[in-house]
């Protein structure tokens, strides 16, 4: 939070407006400094929302059941598809992980751990100057708060683990192993007879909604917010720029022109 206060302090002396906008969410709300360390994910973003709008995005705009049926299949099959992929990978932890806590090891070279020789060899004083954490391993903490927010080890922590001569995988939180990931998709999503095995109720008969006659054809595109960046993944078609037969002037045509004709002259090429 000591971070988190000064980089407040620098966007106030930029703009207080800014600031005072900041200043008026709860911090635990939007920054790493204040997240609870409950959850073991230090994420800001919507990745997950996202990605399950662009997977609906077909079936969507379907009649209600049509639609739950192709998210059920559609998850059907993903549960097999990740729960195979995993169980040919080898080693204790999920691939993206372990490649993240390689990267960790590669900058914990530059750091010094000192130990304070506690009879736990627990405590640590991790040091690159000018910078300097305390980690504990016992606690799988450090006072930059990444290992405590994430539950892998941060870069400190990667440098005290290997002053103990032990391997750093071995301290990465349980949530992130493969034992953990196979056993959040050991359940099958279970198939379902078609509409023409369908066991008769005798209720009433389902029918569909009003229609309701709108300017235009339907939109599949997600609302933008209004404070929401277009995409700049699609390029722009680009017309040229109208020119006057008349003045030979930009902008405008000869239907509206009001200035004097231009002089005539043989080759009209010069003037395009």
């Known amino acids: 939070m000591q971070v988190f206060h000064a980089e407040m302090d620098k966007i106030k002396g930029l703009d207080e407006a800014a600031w005072k906008y900041l200043n008026d969410i709860p911090p635990y709300l939007w920054t790493r400094a204040a997240f609870s360390t409950y959850s073991k994910n230090d994420t800001i973003v919507n990745n997950m929302s996202e990605s399950f709008n662009s997977k609906i995005l077909p079936v969507r705009d379907r009649p209600i059941i049509t639609m739950l ?24 932890l999920v691939p993206e992980v372990h490649d ?54 941060c870069t400190h922590a990667v440098a005290a683990i290997c ?60 609302r933008r917010e209004h404070d929401e960046a277009a995409s700049r993944s699609r390029l722009r078609r680009r017309y040229p720029k109208i020119r006057c037969t008349k003045c030979g002037g930009e902008g405008h045509n000869r239907r509206g022109c009001k200035n004097p004709p231009m002089p005539e002259v043989k080759n009209l090429s010069l003037y395009y």
């Not at 590669?106 to 009879?119: L, V």
């Open 100 to 153: 993240r806590l390689d990267k960790e090891f590669i900058k914990s070279r530059s750091w010094t751990a000192k130990w304070i020789r506690d009879n736990q060899k627990a405590i640590f004083q991790v040091t690159k100057k000018p910078y300097q954490y305390v980690v504990n391993v016992d606690e799988a903490s450090c006072t930059c708060r990444g290992w405590d927010l994430s539950g892998i080890p």
């Open 69 to 92: 049926e192709e998210l059920r299949g559609e998850a059907m099959e993903r549960h097999v598809k990740l729960r195979t992929q995993m169980e040919r990978k080898h080693g204790r």
């Open 163 to 222: 002053w103990l001569h032990r391997d750093p995988a071995e301290f990465v939180h349980q949530a992130y192993t493969k034992k953990t990931y196979l056993k959040v998709y050991e359940h099958n999503v279970q198939p379902t007879n078609g509409e023409n095995l369908w066991v008769a109720v005798g209720g009433d008969a389902i029918e569909a909604p009003p229609m309701k006659k709108v300017v235009g054809g339907p939109t599949k595109k997600r």
